[in-house]
Nanobody, 124 residues
């Protein structure tokens, strides 16, 4: 599976962005998908994840209520709608795919495939 994340950019605090991650291959619907981010000088951290069916979603506490993950298996795409953006949301955002149990969706080491990352910069 090859993943391509896009949709990042510069946005003011309080604004919104929608990230997309397009996947190649015919097995997309069998993969759980995750979003992770890495800010300068910090470790990669979990943001959100969605099960293969879309029926189960997880969010980091820091984004809960502001971000929404969704997927369209017909389009081989997963989305991350980011609202009420804060300065601390500034990071490179990565999408990932894997066949892993729902209980492990927060763990970046469990994913098999990664996109190249898209930069989100939130300004004051």
């Amino acid at each position: 599976v090859q993943l391509q994340a896009y949709g990042g950019g510069l946005v003011q605090a309080g604004g919104f962005l929608r990230l997309s991650c397009a996947a190649s291959g015919r097995a997309f619907s069998s993969y759980a998908m995750g979003w992770f981010r890495q800010a300068p000088g910090k470790e990669r951290e979990f943001v959100s994840a969605i099960s293969w069916s879309g029926g189960i979603t997880y969010y980091a506490d820091s984004v809960k209520g502001r971000f929404t993950i969704s997927r369209d298996n017909a389009k081989n795409t997963v989305y991350l709608q980011m609202n009420s953006l804060k300065l601390e949301d500034t990071a490179v955002y990565y999408c990932a795919a894997g066949t892993l149990p729902n209980a492990r969706l927060r763990l970046y080491a469990e994913y098999d495939y990664w996109g190249q990352g898209t930069l989100v910069t939130v300004s004051s």
